[in-house]
């Protein structure tokens, strides 16, 4: 059974490996945060469960949603010619992430989570995001995300944020 406490650590290794490939990408470049990227894809996404229903944050028209790991990876490094669009959402100078829970569902190995994702830059800029996740453990106990929606709420005026009020 999945537990609140599995979400919250799940977050956190989500948060802690994208402040890693911006880590990644400012002392090795584009590369370096690619192998970085496909390793917090391995670790996190369901993509050998099937399809990972995955809405980013910044995508619109017909490259919206990414079911697949090479969508998935255009988003968080950009430089794509397959997702022209792409800025690198994961190679923004990310430093740290906190999570706020709105509302989550457990049932037995299926869980939805929803709340905000807070990104801090290496400015101390904040980034609120409204997200959405969907995990699923795999055959070895692992929790998979398997649906990823992402988007500013209507209270965005821009991507960045100074300091959320507690």
């Not at 911006?22 to 370096?32: F, M, N, P, Q, T």
């Not at 099937?50 to 995508?59: L, R, S």
């Not at 929803?114 to 800029?125: A, F, P, R, V």
Request: negative net charge; hydrophobic residues 40%; contains cysteine.
């Amino acid at each position: 059974m999945i537990t609140s406490q599995d979400l919250l650590a799940a977050r956190t290794i989500w948060g802690e490996q994208k402040v890693a490939i911006s880590k990644a990408y400012e002392e090795g470049g584009l590369d370096v945060a690619r192998v970085a990227a496909m390793a917090h894809l391995d670790a996190n996404y369901g993509y050998g469960l099937g399809p990972v229903m995955f809405k980013p944050t910044m995508a619109s028209g017909e490259q919206t949603f990414r079911p697949t790991k090479a969508g998935a990876l255009a988003y968080f490094c950009g430089h794509s010619d397959e997702y022209p669009l792409d800025t690198g959402f994961a190679i923004r100078g990310w430093r740290a992430m906190d999570s706020v829970t709105s509302a989550e569902l457990i049932e037995g190995d299926i869980a939805m989570w929803m709340g905000w994702i807070i990104l801090i830059d290496k400015d101390g800029n904040d980034t609120r995001v409204d997200k959405s996740f969907g995990y699923k453990r795999d055959a070895n106990g692992a929790l998979r995300i398997v649906l990823h929606h992402s988007s500013l709420g209507p209270d965005h005026s821009r991507v960045v944020c100074h300091r959320w009020p507690d």
